[in-house]
């Protein structure tokens, strides 16, 4: 499993190798390891992290990887951000999920108050993109995606791939906007090694904001 090689246009492609943070667990310390930090400087259609002759060897290093989002914009309104995995180095992103996806929401005119489980945004042995979000993120200049994606053992050739995601997000109802907590979880329903993982919005670019990859001991 390799997931360190940026394959998309307009990113800063400089790496960070420096950053070690801990978690305390009871009995246990979990180590935090920065593999790669993309920053966006103008739009672009996909952020893909693949495996390459002159990345970091994950195959083996670790067996949770933790993607984290902080201020995804979009150009196009109330569009929703997504992602997919690929078996093949990038060449197809096309990997069968089984995925749930339930949310909490709240208007800023407190119109809206709602926990559930929407049936309409999960996945049955699908190929599609997996959304993080139910609804679409506002475009506004101070709207934004900010999230984390953990994916465990993606390199097991005996193991279909589990991912977990929380993301927060400014959405809208009419013209009222909306804070919406989505959480999805599922699996890629492969035993093949996962080797890239590509994220887009549903429609139009990514505008701006950073995507952190973290390997976890």
Known sequence: MALSKLTADSFDLTDNYAFTGTVSGVGSTQKLFLIKNIDSSGSTITSSFVDGSNSVDLDNTYKTYLFRFINMHPVD?????????????????????????????????????????????????????????????????????????????????????????????????????????????GYGNTTNSVDAIDFKMSSGNIDSGDILLFGLN
């Open 77 to 185: 309104d109330q569009v929703k951000f997504e992602f997919q995995g690929s078996i093949d180095g990038g060449s197809n992103y096309n990997v069968t999920k089984t995925t749930t996806l339930f949310k909490s929401r709240l208007a800023e005119n407190d119109s809206i108050q709602e926990l559930g489980y929407e049936s309409g945004s999960d996945l049955a042995q699908s190929t599609n993109y997996q959304s993080f979000t139910y609804a679409g993120i506002r475009n506004e200049n101070d709207a934004s995606l900010n999230g984390v994606l953990r994916i465990f053992n993606p390199s097991s050739s005996v193991f279909v791939k589990h991912f977990i995601s929380e993301c927060n997000y400014m959405s809208k109802s009419g013209t009222t906007s909306v804070t919406y907590n989505s959480f999805i979880a």
